[in-house]
């Protein structure tokens, strides 16, 4: 696996994880938002490594 198929694979898990945050009706706003900062920062930092090495990742 190169760095691109590792940074979308991770990049693709991120996003799905805010989805099912935003799904779960049982979670707090206060909880939901904690985790989506969270997320967001990873998915970020994801994406500032692509852009390091030079990778244009898919953002969907």
Known sequence: MNYR????????KVTLAIQEVLEDMYKTDKEKQRIIDKLID???AILSKGIELNIEL???
Do not use: N
Request: aromatic residues 8%; proline residues 0%.
């Open 42 to 44: 990873f998915k970020e």
């Open 58 to 60: 898919e953002t969907a």
């Open 5 to 12: 198929e590792d940074l979308e694979i991770k990049l693709q």
